[in-house]
């Protein structure tokens, strides 16, 4: 239990960082000067680190004995919200704000480092603690991968604050916990003409809300009701003139599931509709289909080891069930090279006025739960090393 103990004492480090990364956020790739006070604090501990991936940090955490090695990530970049919080720690980078507690993310594994470092000599194996940057643009973990921070590693760990969940609650149960994100384009091409006479032209519009329409029976027709699915058109731009028939439209938008092999047939299923349903107006559409993460899967194995480290250090009411979220996490990426978890653990306190969702303009957590997530780190760490 020495892990819990030692959090305990770092708590006020901790918090102390996080309200730090909390008043310098910085977005996507630009991750300057959290990166910088990261290996600032590492050099401080005396524990070795690699930087990698632009703004992204790798250290490691070398236990007394050989034996296997284990990755923690955080993710550490802001977004581009205005903060409307009014606390002393307030964002000093107008437009740019911690709004899904990454800073939180960082802090936390700065004091897991503190934790492991004076426990080394207990520990058998090596611990890798990944600081990446651009988690919000889902590119920060594909960098980090290859740039061969998994290289070598048998299991990796990571842990989102949830605003969802209870404050002292952590859920980390087995299978789909986050939905895979990709994107998508859609370029229509029809024929320009008058208003009024909209046989002589080919409308673009009719057809993309066409496209808009047809689109959502691949959730509601092709895919089994017992697999959640999302296809969301959030962009649809078309038109210059009130009696001019568009000669384009332009449609964006985001597929979401929880199943690698649906997530392989979405752009087929996709390109089918966009197709055949301009070539029903007697337009032509082409899709763009961007990967972006995959879904997240926690691990049998990783997902039991992480519900005994949760019940070790703050017993069994702790553990928490929660559904799973069609939000993605690129923690996703990491996934794919070891088997692993990612642990939700709550923020939510009423309270304090922490209950506003994650990207919110008043999103905050209860910083007590930043001694839960460090101790969990740490633990998890130990008990899948010295297991
Ligand atoms: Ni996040």
Redesign the pocket.
Same mark, same amino acid.
Do not use: I, V
């Given at each position: 239990m020495k892990s819990g103990n030692l959090a305990k004492q770092y708590k006020d480090y901790v918090i102390n960082l996080r309200r730090e990364f909390h008043m310098h956020p910085e977005a996507s790739w630009d991750e300057v000067r959290t990166s910088g006070r990261v290996k600032e604090e590492l050099t401080k501990m005396g524990i070795p680190f690699k930087e990698m991936a632009n703004t992204g940090v790798m250290a490691i955490i070398k236990g007394k004995n050989e034996g296997k090695t284990v990755a923690l990530r955080a993710?550490m970049d802001a977004l581009q919200v205005k903060e409307q919080n009014e606390v002393p720690y307030c964002s000093k980078n107008e437009g740019i704000m911690h709004a899904?507690? +990454?800073d939180g993310h960082t802090a936390m594994l700065l004091g897991a480092a503190k934790i492991l470092n004076e426990m080394k000599d207990n520990i058998k194996g090596t611990v890798r603690l990944i600081f990446q940057p651009a988690?919000e643009m889902a590119q920060g973990a594909n960098a980090m991968v290859e740039a061969g921070c998994m290289d070598g590693v048998d299991e990796v760990f990571g842990i +989102?604050l949830w605003s969802d969940l209870e404050h002292g609650k952590v859920s980390v149960e087995a299978g789909p916990r986050m939905a895979s994100a990709d994107m998508f384009k859609i370029k229509v091409k029809g024929k320009g003409g008058h208003g009024s006479l909209p046989h002589q032209g080919i409308d673009a519009v009719v057809t993309a809300s066409s496209i808009v329409m047809d689109l959502q029976s691949i959730v509601s027709r092709e895919i089994s009701p017992l697999e959640p699915a999302v296809v969301s058109v959030g962009v649809l731009k078309s038109g210059t003139r009130f009696n001019v028939i568009s000669s384009e439209a332009v449609l964006e938008g985001t597929t979401r599931c929880f199943s690698p092999e649906i997530r392989k047939r979405f752009p087929k299923m996709m390109e089918r509709i966009i197709k055949n349903t301009a070539e029903s107006y007697r337009a032509e559409a082409e899709l763009e289909y961007t990967l972006g993460t995959p879904p997240t899967i926690n691990e049998v194995a990783s997902s039991n080891r992480a519900i005994k480290t949760v019940e070790k250090l703050y017993g069994p009411d702790a553990v928490s069930l929660m559904e799973k979220v069609t939000g993605g996490e690129d923690f996703a990426v990491y996934l794919e090279k070891a088997p692993g978890a990612i642990a939700f653990v709550g923020v939510r306190n009423e309270e304090k006025g922490s209950c506003y969702p +994650?990207h919110h303009e008043r999103f905050n957590i209860d910083e007590d739960a930043l001694e839960t997530g460090t101790a969990l780190y740490a633990q998890y760490a130990i008990d899948f090393l010295n297991d």
């Open positions: 993710d899904c507690g +990454h988690e +989102h +994650h």
